[in-house]
C-alpha cells in the first residue's frame, strides 16, 4: 500500500525567489525522513529541500534551472507502509572498533608497576630482538628507562652462552673459585627477594591439612575430565580452598598503602612454576573466585604449559594477588616462603603430601591411623594482617580441603 | 554683401582640451564592456566568482588616472578601483585572467581578481590592495611620506612632483585607516590625495551610518592642513575639473587634499547583491545619473562623432572579448606551487618594494663575534648602537613610533638618535598603531627601511590587520610586489608586570603568515640579529624584552659592527646527555641557571620563525626528554609547536612526556609577588626537570 505526499519548495525563504539547483536523488531511490532531496539557490543562500518522510522518491515536477516559487510542487514521495518497507540504508552503528588494543591503566593498579614501555625502550629492545620482562625498571614506578634497556641490551651481547650450569658450579669446594655471571633472570629473583623482605615484615604461621577428601574426589574425577582434555591437579584443589579461606578472612588478599589498605576485589592467584635453573616464574589465574574447580583447572593447565614453553605474556604474570607455592613437590615439608610479587600480602607455602601417623579420635576413642597429609604455611605481611587472620585463614583453607564433598 | 554662417554644430566651449577625451571613452567603455561581459557570459559560466562592476564610477576614475603620470605617483584602492588602473595601463588580459584566477596576473590565482596589484617599473603604481576595506589609507599615506624622505634625504629629483592617492567609497571614512591615514597626512603636510567617491552605499548601509549627514566633505570643512572638494562625478566637466585642480594643489606641495565625488552605484555591491534594500524608484534616479551618456554627450560631436563613437564601441567589444579569450586559455597555477614565495626565495627578486628590489646588497658580515673591548654592555645601548650603524651606512633606514624623537623612547633605546640624524628619518608619530604599521608598508613599498616601533607589544593589536596584510604582501601579489619592514616590539614583564605592559604573545606573529620573527635573550644575539633584520628583504617582528634590556646576565660585549646572525640558527649554551632544555628571551637565563649540574642540553632558540628544528631535534634525539619553558601563556603558546614537532619527528627517541612549563592562561599579573608566582621561576623550572629526570 502506498501514499504518495507532496515536496513543496518552503514558503519562507531567504532572498529572492529560488531555482532549483541541483536534485540529489533520482525517481526509484530510497530515502529516509530528513534526507536533502533537492538544493535551491536564491540570491543569497543555498537552501536544501529535507524528505519530509522516509520513502521512495516517485515524481520530480521541478527539474533544474526551474524557478521554484515558494509553496511550489518539486515532486512527490511515496511513503510506505511498515510491511513494504525495506530497511534503510543504515549508517554503520557498531561503535568504531579500535585498531589497537585500548591503552593499559596508567600504572598497574594491582601492582602499582609501570609495565609500559616507552617509544625508546620499545625501539632498543625491538632492535635487540628482546622483551623487557626481565629487565628491572630503575624509573618512576618500576618504569624501564631507556637507560636501563640500553644496559640490559649490554649485557645480552657480553653473557656468556650456557645457561646451564657449568661443571665448575657442582665442583666439590676446593681449589679455585669460578664466576657464574648472573642471567636477567637472577637478578630479578634477587632484586625482588630483596625487595620484599626489606618492605615487608614477615611472619609464617604452619597449619597441617589431610589430603584424604582431595584424593578421594579427585580418583573419581580425573579420568573423566582426561578424557575432555583437562589435566586436574591438587593445585586446582588448593586454588579453590583458598578462594573460600577468602572469604573468611579478606586482608589475606590486598595490598599495603601508606594511608590505607587497599582490599582487592578479585582474587588473583598467582602459581609459582619452576624452570630449571633458569629460575621461577608466577603465571596469574585472574578471577579465581569466579571459577569452578574445573575451570581453575583448565587455567592452570593452560598457564604452566606456555610457562615451560616460555611462552607467556605479560598479562599472564601480572595482576596477581595472592601466590601459592607448591615447595612440597621438590621434598620440602615445611617452607617460610618470601612474598615473591610485591605489593601482595601474604603468600601459602604447600609442603610435601606423606603417609604420616596420626592419633584421630573415634567414638570417644583414641586411634592410630594413617593419612595423607602435607604442612600448609602462610606467610604474611605483618604490617596488614596479624595472627589472628593468618589462622583464620589456615583454618578454613584446612576445612575445606579436609571436608571436600565427595561428588 | 554679408553671408549668415550657418550653424550646423551648436557650439562647444566647456570641453577641456588638455584631457584626452578619446582615451577616456575608450577606457570608460572598456571597463564597461568588462563590467558586462563578466555579468552575462563569465559569472554564469563560473568563470569568475567575485565579480565587481564598476558603472557608475567609471568616468570619474578614469579622469583621475588620466592626471597620474610621475613614475613616484601611486595609488591603492579597494575593490572597486578597476576603471582606475585599467586608465594607469593595466594589462586587459591580466585584469581579466585575475579575474578568472589563472596562472600570472597579479596573483597567480592566489587573490580575488578586484584585489589589484599594478608593479609598473616605468609609470604609476597601485600598491597592493587588500580585501579589508580601510587598509589602503595609511601604506598610502606611507609611500607619500617616503616620496618626501627621497627627495629631502636621498636627494632625488624625480621625486619632487610625486603624490600618492587613496581611492575609497563612502563606507571607508568610518574605518580605522582612513582617520589614521588623515591625521598622517596633516599632520606632516604630505603629498596625499584622498579621493571618496560617493555612492551612498557600503554594500547595504547607508553613507549616514558612516559619517553623520552622510557627507564626509562637508563634516572635514574645518580639518586644518586639508583642502576638500566636492562635486558631481557624473558631470564629465565638473569631475575632469575638479579631478585635475585636486591634484595638481597636491603635485604643488600644498599639502594633502580630499576630493569628494558623488556616483551613482549602478549595479549591486557586487554579482551577488541584488539590492533589495533601494526602492525602485532610487534605482532609477541612480540611472538617470550615469555618466556614460554624459560623457557621450560631452564628447558627440565635440572631439568624436556619432559613427566614431559607434565604432569605439564595437572596437572595444573585441578588444575585451580577445583578451577574454586569451585570459580563458591561460593555464591555472600548479598546486605545487602554491606555497612558494611566502618569503624571499633566493634567485626571486620582487619587482617592487624594499631596499634588494633597487639593487641593495647588504656588505659582508660575520656570525663570529668580534668585539673591540671586553666590556659588557647592555642590550638597550647594544640596540641603539647597532641602529645607530646601519643608519649610519644606509640612508633608506628610517626609525620612528610614539616618544622615540625627543625622549629617546619609554625604553630610551632611540636615545640622541633623532638629534644625530634628523627629523625626517627619526620622528614622532600619531597615537595610532595601525598608522605606524600601515605607513612603514607603504614606505617599504617605496624603498626605504622603515623600522617602526611598537611602545609595547600590547599595543600592536590596533595595528593587526596592518601587520597580517604586511605578511602576506609577498604571497598574494606572487612576488611582484615585497613590503620588508623591521618591527620592533619591546614587551614582558619587567620590575612588575601587568596586561597592558608585560604581555609577550609572541605565538601570534609565529602564526601570522611571512612574518619572521626574533626574540633575542642576550646583547650579542641582539646586535646580530638586528642587523640581519636591517640588511633583509622580509618583514621582521624584532622582540626586544624589557627585563633583558639592562639585566646583567644579558649584558655581552659588543661584537662589532659587522656582527650579523643568520635566523633559524638557535644556540647551545650548555651540554649534557640525560635532558634537553628549550627556550627564548628572559627564559634562557633562568633555564640555564636551573640546570646546572644536571648534564642536560640547554637550547636558546633566539628566533622563533625560522625556529631551528635540526639543533632541538637531535639534541632531543640523544637525550629522550624534553622540556619547553616559555614566559608566554600555555595553551597554544609556541612550546606547543615545538612539543608537537617534537613527536611527529623523534617519537621514536623519546623516554618522557615532552613537557612545558609556562605562565598559566592568564595576562600578566601587576603585583610582583603574583606574577613571580605565575613565571616560571628557576626553581619551578629545576622541580619540573627533576620530574622529567625521575621519569
Known amino acids: 500500500m502506498s501514499d504518495l505526499i507532496d515536496i513543496l519548495v518552503p514558503i519562507e525563504q531567504e532572498g529572492t525567489t529560488g531555482v532549483v539547483r541541483n536534485w540529489f536523488v533520482s525517481v526509484g531511490d530510497q530515502v529516509a525522513e530528513g534526507d536533502p532531496l533537492v538544493e535551491l539557490e536564491t540570491d543569497k543562500v543555498a537552501v536544501e529541500v529535507p524528505a519530509p518522510q522516509s520513502g521512495i522518491l516517485k515524481e520530480i515536477s521541478l527539474q533544474s534551472d526551474a524557478e521554484a516559487p515558494p509553496g511550489a510542487l518539486l515532486g512527490k514521495l511515496d511513503t510506505l507502509a511498515p510491511e513494504d518497507a525495506a530497511q534503510p540504508v543504515e549508517a554503520a552503528s557498531e561503535p568504531v572498533k579500535t585498531a589497537a588494543p585500548m591503552p593499559s591503566t596508567p600504572v598497574d593498579s594491582q601492582s602499582g608497576m609501570e609495565h609500559r614501555h616507552s617509544p625508546a625502550v620499545r625501539r ?49 669446594v676446593s681449589g679455585t673459585s669460578t664466576k657464574v655471571p648472573h642471567t636477567p633472570m637472577r637478578r630479578s629473583i634477587a632484586s625482588h627477594m630483596s625487595q620484599s623482605l626489606s618492605t615487608a615484615p614477615h611472619v609464617t604461621a604452619v597449619f597441617e591439612a589431610d589430603f584424604s577428601a582431595i584424593i578421594k574426589h579427585r580418583n573419581a574425577h580425573k579420568n573423566a575430565l582426561k578424557q575432555q582434555g583437562v589435566n586436574l591437579t591438587f593445585t586446582a584443589y588448593f586454588l579453590a580452598a583458598a578462594v573460600e579461606a577468602m572469604k573468611v578472612a579478606p586482608q589475606i588478599n590486598s595490598r599495603w598503602h601508606d594511608d590505607f589498605i587497599e582490599m582487592f576485589g578479585d582474587v588473583n592467584i598467582g602459581v609459582g612454576t619452576a624452570l630449571g635453573d633458569d629460575g621461577l616464574i608466577v603465571p596469574v589465574v585472574k578471577k579465581a573466585q569466579s571459577l569452578s574447580l574445573r575451570g581453575i583447572a583448565e587455567q592452570l593447565q593452560d598457564l604452566t604449559a606456555r610457562a615451560r614453553d616460555r611462552k607467556l605474556k605479560p598479562q599472564d604474570t601480572q595482576g596477581g594477588t595472592f601466590t601459592i607455592s607448591n615447595h612440597g613437590v621438590s621434598g620440602s615439608l615445611v617452607a617460610t616462603p618470601i612474598i615473591i610479587n610485591q605489593p601482595q600480602s601474604a603468600i601459602l607455602g604447600i609442603g610435601k603430601l606423606e603417609k604420616r601417623v596420626s592419633v584421630i579420635e573415634v567414638d570417644g576413642h583414641d586411634t592410630i591411623q594413617i593419612r595423607p597429609k602435607a604442612f600448609v604455611s602462610l606467610s604474611i605481611d605483618h604490617r596488614v594482617i596479624d595472627g589472628h587472620q593468618t589462622n583464620s585463614w589456615l583454618t578454613r583453607f584446612v576445612e575445606v580441603i579436609e571436608n571436600w564433598p565427595a561428588e | 554683401m554679408a553671408t549668415a554662417q550657418r550653424i550646423d554644430t551648436p557650439i562647444q566651449s566647456n570641453i577641456d582640451p588638455n584631457v584626452d577625451w578619446k582615451t577616456v571613452v575608450e577606457t570608460v567603455l572598456t571597463s564597461r564592456m568588462i563590467d558586462h561581459l563578466e555579468e552575462t557570459e563569465l559569472v554564469p559560466a563560473k568563470k569568475v566568482l567575485y565579480q565587481f562592476s564598476a558603472r557608475g564610477h567609471d568616468m570619474a576614475q578614469v579622469l583621475l588616472s588620466q592626471q597620474l603620470d610621475d613614475p613616484l605617483d601611486a595609488v ?193 555591491h557586487s554579482f551577488q547583491d541584488t539590492q533589495t534594500y533601494k526602492s525602485e524608484e532610487f534605482v532609477e534616479s541612480e540611472w538617470e545619473r550615469d555618466p556614460l551618456p554624459k560623457l557621450k554627450e560631452h564628447v558627440v560631436p565635440a572631439i568624436l562623432s556619432e559613427d566614431e563613437w559607434a565604432n569605439l564601441k564595437s572596437e572595444v567589444e573585441n578588444r575585451v572579448r580577445s583578451a577574454i579569450e586569451t585570459a580563458d586559455s591561460l593555464p591555472v597555477a600548479k598546486p605545487e606551487t602554491v606555497a612558494t ?129 604586511c605578511g602576506t ?28 605592559h608585560s604581555q609577550t604573545n609572541e605565538v601570534q606573529f609565529a602564526h601570522s603568515i611571512g612574518w619572521k620573527l626574533a626574540f633575542p635573550s642576550n646583547t650579542e644575539d641582539a646586535v646580530g640579529l638586528l642587523r640581519t633584520s636591517l640588511r633583509g628583504n622580509d618583514p621582521v617582528v624584532f622582540f626586544e624584552h624589557r627585563a633583558q634590556l639592562d639585566d646583567p646576565w644579558a649584558r655581552r660585549p659588543y661584537p662589532g659592527d659587522d656582527f650579523a646572525l643568520p635566523f633559524g640558527k638557535a644556540k647551545k649554551i650548555a651540554n649534557g646527555e640525560r635532558a634537553t632544555l628549550v627556550a627564548w628571551g628572559a627564559m634562557v637565563q633562568r633555564c640555564e641557571e636551573a640546570a646546572k649540574g644536571k648534564d642536560c642540553d640547554v637550547i636558546d632558540l633566539r628566533t622563533l620563525i625560522p625556529w631551528d628544528q635540526e639543533m632541538v631535534l637531535s639534541s632531543v634525539s640523544k637525550t629522550g626528554r624534553c ?33 612545558r612549563l609556562t605562565m598559566p592562561d592568564i595576562p600578566s599579573p601587576h603585583n610582583a609577588v603574583l606574577l613571580n608566582g605565575a613565571v616560571p621561576s628557576v626553581d619551578a623550572i629545576s622541580q619540573k626537570l627533576d620530574q622529567l629526570l625521575e621519569f
Open chain 1, 124 to 172: 632498543i629492545l625491538a632492535e635487540a630482538g628482546t622483551s623487557g620482562d626481565a629487565i628491572i625498571g630503575t624509573g618512576k614506578n618500576g618504569r624501564i628507562t631507556k637507560a636501563d634497556a640500553l644496559a640490559f641490551v649490554k649485557t645480552l651481547r657480553s653473557k656468556p652462552a650456557p645457561l646451564a650450569p657449568t661443571p665448575a658450579a657442582h665442583a666439590p
Open chain 2, 76 to 268: 591603492c584602492g579597494y575593490y572597486r578601483s578597476r576603471p582606475l588602473l585599467l586608465g594607469l595601463g593595466v594589462d586587459l588580459v591580466h585584469a581579466i585572467g585575475s579575474a578568472m584566477a589563472r596562472e600570472g596576473g597579479y596573483s597567480d590565482g592566489r587573490d580575488i581578481g578586484v584585489v589589484f596589484n599594478y608593479p609598473n617599473q616605468n609609470g604609476p603604481k597601485a600598491l597592493p590592495m587588500c580585501g579589508g576595506v580601510g587598509t589602503q589609507y595609511s601604506p598610502t599615506a606611507g609611500w607619500a611620506q617616503a616620496i618626501e624622505y627621497r627627495a629631502k634625504v636621498m636627494k632625488e629629483e624625480s621625486a619632487k612632483r610625486a603624490i600618492a592617492v587613496c581611492l575609497g567609497g563612502d563606507g571607508s571614512v568610518a574605518t580605522n585607516g582612513f582617520w589614521a591615514a588623515l591625521t598622517i597626512a596633516t599632520t606632516q603636510k604630505l603629498p596625499v590625495l584622498f579621493y571618496i567617491e560617493d555612492n551612498q552605499y557600503g554594500i547595504s548601509v547607508p553613507s549616514t551610518f558612516q559619517t553623520p549627514g552622510g557627507n564626509i566633505a562637508a563634516n572635514l570643512a574645518s580639518f586644518d592642513g586639508l583642502k576638500i572638494w566636492d562635486g558631481d562625478g557624473t558631470d564629465p566637466e565638473e569631475a575632469s575639473t575638479l579631478v585635475k585642480q585636486a591634484v595638481n594643489f597636491v603635485r604643488d606641495r600644498n599639502g594633502p587634499a580630499l576630493l569628494r565625488l558623488r556616483v551613482p552605484r549602478l549595479q549591486g
Open chain 2, 341 to 469: 614565495d611566502v618569503f624571499f626565495e633566493e634567485g626571486k627578486m620582487q619587482k617592487i618594494g624594499g631596499q634588494w628590489a633597487e639593487g641593495y646588497r647588504p656588505p659582508a658580515s660575520s656570525d663570529t663575534p668580534n668585539p673591540e673591548s671586553k666590556n659588557r654592555i647592555n642590550m638597550v645601548t647594544a640596540i641603539r648602537r647597532t641602529l645607530e650603524h646601519e643608519m649610519e651606512i644606509n640612508d633608506r633606514v628610517t626609525l620612528f613610533g610614539e616618544d622615540i624623537g625627543p625622549k629617546g623612547g619609554v625604553h630610551a633605546v632611540t636615545l640622541g638618535l633623532q638629534e644625530k640624524f634628523g627629523f625626517d628619518r627619526v620622528f614622532d608619530t600619531s597615537l595610532n598603531e595601525e598608522g605606524i604599521v600601515g605607513r612603514a608598508v607603504g614606505m617599504a613599498m617605496a624603498g626605504l627601511v622603515p623600522v617602526p616601533e611598537i611602545q609595547f607589544r600590547k599595543y600592536a593589536d590596533p595595528a593587526t590587520e596592518q601587520i597580517n596584510d
Open chain 2, 473 to 500: 604582501v609577498r604571497w598574494r601579489t606572487n612576488n611582484q610586489f615585497a613590503s620588508p619592514i623591521v618591527l620592533r616590539m619591546p614587551g614582558g614583564f619587567f620590575k612588575c608586570g601587568d596586561p597592558w
Open chain 2, 627 to 659: 622540556l619547553i619553558v616559555h614566559e608566554d601563556n600555555s595553551t597554544a603558546g609556541f612550546g606547543a609547536e615545538i612539543a608537537a614537532k617534537i613527536a611527529d619527528e623523534v617519537f621514536l627517541d623519546l623516554d618522557a612526556p615532552v613537557s
